[in-house]
């Protein structure tokens, strides 16, 4: 009787907490670091850099993949674009060139923009397992001399999982995603072509 009894209350705390944890929204801190080596072609030479939000939302999705506010996935624009802010200038440094936000006519410029980041949920296609979507899209930017040069970068992740990733979680994934946009988008061997011109 007593087990009975205490079963019953760990089943109902049990779903209380899977569906708090369902219905919570999530503000997330991403701390994407670029990894991937980059081109060496500046000689010193000043490059005015700028990261910026290209996003018509902070939130990025949502964790039931429905349309319930409680359960949004927020990523704030604030917190975000000056970590891309310092990775931007840390790839034009390690490129060779003297980073500032400062522009200048005649003066090189690489605007590193976050186009998209969207987080959705997916059908796995098997039983007790759902899948978390994850795209980031970047859009980089040079000119010189007249000339410019865009490049656009995207990078997708499947996660799957049979309990809802929790805020750490899809804190890690997301920062691995932008993470990978980082690599893709400064290991492009134009950009800095252009930038040394």
């Not at 019953?8 to 569906?19: E, T």
Request: aromatic content about 6%; glycine content about 10%.
């Amino acid at each position: 009787m007593l087990r009975r009894h205490f079963l019953r209350i760990s089943g109902v705390l049990l779903a209380s907490a899977w569906l708090a944890g369902c219905a919570s929204p999530q503000y997330l801190q991403l701390s994407p670091q670029r990894s991937a080596e980059v081109p060496q072609v500046g000689s010193g030479q000043q490059v005015t850099v700028i990261a910026q939000d290209g996003r018509e939302s902070d939130i990025i999705g949502n964790r039931a993949g429905g349309g319930m506010s409680t359960a949004h996935i927020t990523v704030s624009s604030h917190e975000l674009i000056p970590r891309l802010q310092e990775e931007a200038e840390r790839a034009v440094r390690d490129m060779g060139f003297s980073p500032t936000t400062e522009q200048a006519e005649g003066r090189p410029s690489l605007t590193l923009e976050l186009a998209s980041l969207n987080y959705a949920r997916g059908d796995s296609g098997q039983p007790l397992v759902d899948e978390a979507r994850l795209e980031g899209v970047f859009r980089a930017i040079a000119q010189n001399k007249g000339t410019t040069y865009t490049g656009t970068y995207t990078s997708r992740r499947t996660q799957g999982y049979a309990l809802k990733p929790d805020a750490d979680s899809n804190t890690r994934m997301l920062s691995d995603l932008v993470s990978d946009g980082l690599n893709r988008a400064f290991s492009d061997p134009e950009l800095g072509r252009l930038l040394a011109r």
